[in-house]
């Protein structure tokens, strides 16, 4: 084992300068899961149906020894993600279509592998991340659909989405955003730079998309609640500059169902060279930057 400066702990940071003990290697991966079904990401102690633990189950079978990874961020019960990205240190030496082919066919269908990539150790899925984006599915329609009920978030009444526009230009920047996490965040600080927030309509889909460094514990469901609640008249956009300045969550306890939201997109450094991917869902194949103009 080649001697290092720092106390080596799997899956974690790694100096610049420095690498892995001898035999190790890191390995990123593009994961596809729907949520509908399961606990979340993050493995529970008494609960094994959650995106981690799938995911584990079948490296480890492919790798032939344990593996656990790290995710470039947690998404809870009934979240989706089309674009979540993952790393794992691992000793097994695979051609890259085992990690996806061969993972594959170890997991239920609701998980899936889309790439795999070698990076050097400096890469670390959490904390190499420069932004993160979800896209909220809002379908609003008289009825809702029997076919995407667990894919998006149904509302029977017509929104005003000038009005949610307008509402969501005040949430845009850096701010304190403690209005809009939930009482459970661990999040040392409550201040957030939000990049974007676009919304736009794509057939009987509303689309909110939202970029961010990172995002505080229930944030994007927040923020997509108080917004519906602007888009069906219920509250003025001016309201949603209270919400935000108040700095407290009671001020708009509204939290949009799980089952709309959607990591879509994970940004790292160029040097990485990882797959560029199109953000979707299947549900809304356009690119970042064209649902605002819908």
Same mark, same amino acid.
């Given at each position: 084992?080649?001697?290092? $400066? ?15 003990? *001898?035999?190790?290697?890191? $390995? ?9 079904r399961l606990r979340g990401f993050q493995k529970q102690k008494h ?62 269908? !609701? ?20 932004s993160r984006s979800y896209r909220y599915l809002i379908h609003s ?9 667990? *894919? ?23 701010? !304190? ?16 730079? /939000?990049?974007?927030? !676009? ?8 689309? /909110? ?6 995002? /505080? ?52 450094? *160029? *040097? ?23």
């Amino acid at each position: 084992m080649k001697n290092t $400066i720092y106390q080596y702990k799997p899956n974690g940071e790694v100096p610049p300068g420095e690498s892995l003990p *001898e035999g190790l290697h890191r $390995i990123a991966l593009g994961v596809e899961y729907c949520g509908t079904r399961l606990r979340g990401f993050q493995k529970q102690k008494h609960d094994p149906l959650t995106v981690q633990e799938t995911l584990e189950k079948a490296l480890s079978k492919v790798a032939a020894e344990p593996v656990t990874l790290v995710c470039a961020g947690r998404t809870d019960a009934g979240v989706h993600a089309s674009s979540q990205v993952v790393h794992f240190d691992t000793t097994a030496q695979r051609p890259l279509k085992a990690w996806v082919q061969g993972v594959n066919t170890q997991m239920p269908f !609701d998980v899936r592998v889309h790439w795999a990539q070698p990076v050097p150790a400096q890469f670390h899925a959490r904390f190499s991340a420069r932004s993160r984006s979800y896209r909220y599915l809002i379908h609003s329609a008289p009825t809702r659909s029997a076919q995407a009920a667990s *894919e998006v978030t149904w509302t029977e009444r017509t929104l005003d989405l000038e009005a949610m526009r307008e509402g969501a230009r005040h949430l845009v920047g850096e701010h !304190d955003f403690s209005s809009f996490r939930a009482a459970q965040c661990q999040a040392r600080s409550p201040v957030r730079r /939000l990049t974007r927030l !676009d919304i736009g309509r794509v057939g009987q889909l509303i689309v /909110l998309e939202v970029s961010a460094t990172a995002f /505080l514990h229930h944030m994007v469901r927040n923020i997509a609640g108080v917004l519906m609640a602007v888009g069906r008249g219920d509250r003025s956009p001016e309201w949603v500059r209270q919400v935000l300045e108040a700095r407290d969550r009671t001020a708009a306890s509204v939290t949009a169902p799980p089952h709309g939201l959607y990591l879509v997109d994970v940004q790292y450094p *160029e *040097e990485f060279t990882l797959p560029e991917v199109a953000p979707g869902p299947l549900l809304v194949p356009l690119p970042f930057g064209s649902i605002g103009t819908q």
